[in-house]
């Protein structure tokens, strides 16, 4: 062969032949893109053939009259359940009670959480040290807490309810047997176990602030209070929204410490939609009912969750520039 | 408007560290005051102990002659422009500037009025309505200075507000800054990193290193006759040359540098014979050319800056010390050190040219090796 | 310090005991219930002083078969730890390395796993449990702790690698690592102190969720949590012995909590911000 042959040769075979071009122009990055997508594709598959279709299940299940017990009696009842639900004035008061515990709890969680973490601000060891142990009530196992505290109110025994009872303050039979003040009790229990962790998102949330906006407060003149609701305030609301988002989703589907501390009770006093719901459904299985009501709880969760994203959204903005 | 005293004021960390040692400044009512030195010589722990910002752990601070040691940042009224600007980012421009007011309950017409005027001055009129992030690194500098404008404190602390702009920019803000405070005869304190900052800008210029005060002078002064190797090195760019060598008296005040002898200025008539020294000579004093007793070196490297020539020479028979100003400042030439000399932008020098360089004995500074100090 | 900020400074630490011991009363109530002998328990009036003693210990384990539930409460937790790592890890590496939109789409997919009450799938599960013949078993217990637990491994590891610059990955690639490889050799190791989190709240929810367990397991399968319950309804079982059977059921968790505080902190703060 001449020279030139081999050189063309060369190059035709540089230009045509090679494997990456043979795949077409994926190579390297379309690789990269499979392997991301294969890497998470287990866990989404996953979480949609456990969580998300039972899910889907019961919400089919919320539109029949459909009882474990009798199986072959069930039939399509269209929106029966939720009517019923709104019907029924045991529901109508767990719904109640649920906003009332979730709204009031929060409340008082987020005031004194962020008292809190204003005063665990500055990063010492006293301070972490304070943390960790006031997050202890966090890491109880929540019916331990009903335990706990159904021990403690007891008027014969516990150690509150006792001397409660002595000096004549409270309800006779103690704090969970009345209905006026079962309600507050449990409020009471769900801000002793949860303030400390709201204290520390809100911690987390302080200490994101920058620093060198906070000295130019102080250099501007800014008082401590002024400091606090003219910038602290204003800079930390993305954060308190989060936080309340979180917290509020758990406080609506509370259940593990009623449960055991009042079981709805006395009465309906302290009745929430998870207790019935898991009543309705796991004591007298009706299925189809207590699945309408793990709906309505999802509806009326989303709801509040989106008012507070949007929220949250809103104050972003507002600290980045509309 | 204030006059601000450092009695001998200290700064200690827990631990030990000391940002600032003993520090004695009197600082005139309405003087441009200038802080320079290196990064962690102190000078930002000062200014923000003036604000109130830092504790001071040892000395007084005084402030129009009342000890102010313990007083809030509120109580000093002051105005605190920050290097990174610190705006309040959920605030408009005109908020941010009337923020200061707002602390004080001025008036809402006076607060309006007052933003409106500093906003004109500083051509941020448009902007009134923008939160910071909209605005570009300039704008945002110049919503600061306004945050400090608006009011009439007793004292503008700035803590190297133009470091984060690009060149340009800097140039300008730097004229401007020295005009607006010419304009409101405001005690200013200004903190740099940048001796050309110092230089141009201040009245009285305070060098510092270490947590202390090493010169403290006029910019002239400073550049003409520094006290200090420190002060030496740190004024002036490029940084002044350095050579080792030993006096030799015999016909009046020289110095021996290897094969060359350098005449000094009848000054330093009394330095005895054979006594070891440093000598200091400015690039910019170094004329190239010249026929006898002067030095010569061989041209390393020649830097076309354009209206000048910045010459890079060695000579292995001069002892040049490089010039250390700052510790983490890594000095390639430590190897093997060069002299600078700057000259004429039309004069042709190639590289491994041999150069003769004639000094005058005035512009030859003396400093003894141990101490560091003037001679 | 100066004088007045000392004071405050002391006012402030003096404000944080307090509070911190008023939050840990009812916890020493528990702890202190569980080592008074029976006569202490229940004497009238209550009081704080006791002899300790380990009478209630005793009745746990002549009540119940402690070591089983032990057993039972750490198989389940384990295979839920290792399955919701293997597959939330990966998954919150991908989402948070991927470029296409549908990424974070599918990260606030798993957030949103949150916001539904177990009990909405609870009934439909069990049957599917059911059909599968797994009732009873740990596993029908692990499969669904697996799924909550990996949608919060994978928002937390999501959040996590969002916020872990790329660049180590990408010097590790341009050393000659595939894709593959700088994922185990540079991220992983990387995100030690997000995986031991991970970990930590894995192991506490499994360790401390009584719902599914309760209808899920049968009594050689029933971990220490369902236990509880099932005791308290029980005539015999007094608060002694509740507490005693808390020691086993609650402050392991407590303690581990305790001692990684600092990736619990991480943990319960992730992508919050």
């Not at chain 2, 040049?320 to 400042?329: G, S």
């Amino acid at each position: 062969m001449t020279e030139t042959d081999i050189a063309a040769h060369t190059v035709g075979r540089r230009s045509a032949g090679s494997p990456a071009a043979a795949r077409g122009d994926r190579g390297f990055f379309g690789r990269q893109r499979y392997f991301l997508f294969f890497m998470a594709v287990p866990a989404v598959i996953y979480v949609i053939i456990v969580g998300v279709w039972p899910l889907a299940q019961g919400a089919w299940y919320s539109f029949f009259d459909y009882n474990l017990q009798k199986p072959k009696r069930t039939h399509f009842v269209g929106l029966d359940n939720y009517v019923n639900a709104f019907a029924d004035s045991t529901t109508r008061q767990a719904i109640v009670n649920t906003f009332e515990f979730t709204i009031v709890g929060v409340a008082v969680q987020l005031v004194l959480g962020l008292l809190i973490a204003l005063m665990l601000w500055r990063d010492d060891r006293f301070n972490r040290t304070i943390l960790a142990f006031l997050l202890i009530p966090a890491t109880i196992t929540p019916l331990v807490v009903g335990l706990i505290f159904k021990g403690l109110l007891g008027p014969d025994y516990g150690f509150i309810g006792y001397y409660l009872a002595e000096w004549g303050l409270g309800p006779k039979g103690g704090l969970l047997a009345d209905g006026g003040t079962a309600l507050w009790v449990l409020i009471v229990v769900d801000c002793w176990e949860w303030t400390p962790l709201m204290a520390l998102i809100l911690l987390a949330g302080l200490k994101s602030l920058p620093t060198d906006v906070l000295e130019a407060a102080r250099a501007d003149g800014a008082t401590v209070l002024q400091r606090f609701f003219w910038v602290i305030l204003p800079l930390m609301l993305p954060s308190v929204f989060l936080a309340l988002i979180l917290r509020t989703m758990d406080a609506f589907r509370v259940f593990d410490t009623p449960f055991v501390t009042t079981g709805g009770g006395p009465g309906d006093a302290t009745q929430t939609m998870m207790l019935i719901a898991v009543k309705q459904g796991l004591q007298f299985f009706n299925v189809g009912y207590a699945s309408a009501l793990g709906n309505i709880a999802i509806l009326f969760i989303a709801i509040m969750a989106a008012i507070l994203i949007f929220a949250v959204r809103r104050a972003d903005a507002r600290i980045n520039g509309k | 408007m204030a006059q601000i005293t450092f009695d001998s004021v200290s700064k200690t960390y827990e631990g030990g560290y000391a940002a600032v040692r003993d520090l004695d400044l009197d600082i005139k009512d309405g003087e441009f005051m200038v802080l320079v030195g290196p990064s962690g010589c102190g000078k930002s722990t000062a200014l923000r102990m003036i604000a109130g910002l830092e504790e001071i752990t040892g000395g007084e601070l005084r402030i129009n002659g009342r000890i102010a040691n313990g007083l809030a940042p509120r109580d000093r009224d002051i105005a605190m422009v920050f290097q990174s600007y610190a705006l309040y980012p959920h605030l408009t421009v005109a908020q941010n500037i009337g923020f200061g007011l707002r602390t004080r309950q001025v008036d809402r017409a006076t607060i309006d009025r007052k933003v409106r005027e500093t906003a004109e001055l500083l051509e941020l009129t448009e902007y009134l309505g923008r939160k910071p992030a909209k605005l570009s690194g300039g704008q945002r500098q110049r919503v600061a200075m306004g945050r400090a404008l608006v009011r009439s404190p007793n004292a503008f602390l700035m803590d190297e507000p133009l470091s984060n702009l690009d060149a340009r920019l800097r140039g300008q803000m730097r004229s401007e800054i020295a005009k607006l405070q010419r304009m409101t005869a405001v005690t200013t304190i200004y903190v740099t990193h940048d001796q050309v900052e110092a230089m141009t800008m201040g009245d009285r210029v305070a060098v510092m290193n270490r947590g202390t005060i090493q010169q403290l002078d006029t910019p002239r002064a400073l550049y003409d006759r520094p006290k200090n190797l420190f002060v030496a090195s740190f004024i002036g760019s490029p940084p002044m040359n350095f050579l080792r060598g030993t006096v030799e008296a015999a016909e009046g005040p020289a110095v021996r540098l290897g094969d060359t002898l350098l005449r000094l200025d009848p000054r330093h008539a009394g330095l005895g014979q054979g006594r070891p020294v440093i000598l200091g000579i400015r690039p910019e004093a170094m004329r190239v050319g010249g026929d006898s007793g002067g030095l010569s070196a061989t041209a390393a490297f020649v830097e076309d800056l354009g209206a000048t020539l910045l010459l890079h020479l060695e000579n292995a028979e001069l002892d040049i010390v490089p010039p250390n100003v700052a510790e983490d400042d890594v000095d390639l030439n430590v190897v093997r050190p060069r002299l600078r000399a700057v000259t004429e932008g039309t004069a042709r020098i190639a590289r491994d040219e041999v150069v003769r360089l004639a000094v005058a004995p005035e512009a030859i500074h003396v400093f003894d090796p141990a101490s560091g100090e003037a001679l | 310090m100066s004088s007045l900020a000392l004071k405050h400074n002391i006012a402030r630490r003096t404000a944080l005991l307090v509070i911190t011991i008023l939050f840990l009363l009812p916890v020493a109530w528990l702890i202190s219930t569980a080592w008074k002998s029976s006569d202490d328990i229940f004497s009238i009036p209550p009081g704080l002083l006791f002899n300790p003693s380990l009478t209630q210990f005793n009745s746990v384990f002549a009540y119940f078969d402690v070591w089983s539930l032990l057993r039972s409460s750490v198989i389940i937790s384990a295979g839920t730890v290792v399955l919701s790592l293997l597959l939330g890890i990966p998954a919150g590496y991908a989402l948070a390395r991927s470029t296409s939109k549908a990424a974070i789409g599918f990260a606030y997919f798993f957030l949103a796993i949150r916001m539904v009450p177990a009990v909405a799938a609870l009934i439909p599960f069990y049957l599917m449990m059911r059909d599968l013949g797994l009732l009873g078993t740990w596993w029908s217990v692990v499969i669904i702790n697996t799924m909550l637990n990996t949608a919060f491994v994978t928002w937390m590891m999501f959040s996590y690698f969002r916020a872990m610059p790329r660049d180590l990955e990408e010097a590790a690639m341009t050393d000659g690592c595939t894709q593959l490889g700088s994922f185990f050799k540079v991220a992983i190791p990387s995100a030690r102190s997000g995986i031991i989190a991970s970990v930590l709240f894995c192991v506490m929810f499994s360790w401390n969720d009584f719902l599914y367990p309760m209808f899920l397991t049968r009594l050689d399968t029933k971990p220490l949590s369902v236990a509880l319950l099932t005791a308290y309804g029980t005539k015999d079982i007094t608060w002694g012995t509740l507490g005693a059977l808390a020691h086993f059921s609650t402050i392991p968790i407590v303690l581990m909590a305790l001692f990684l505080n600092r990736y619990f902190v991480q943990g319960a703060t992730a992508g919050v911000h």
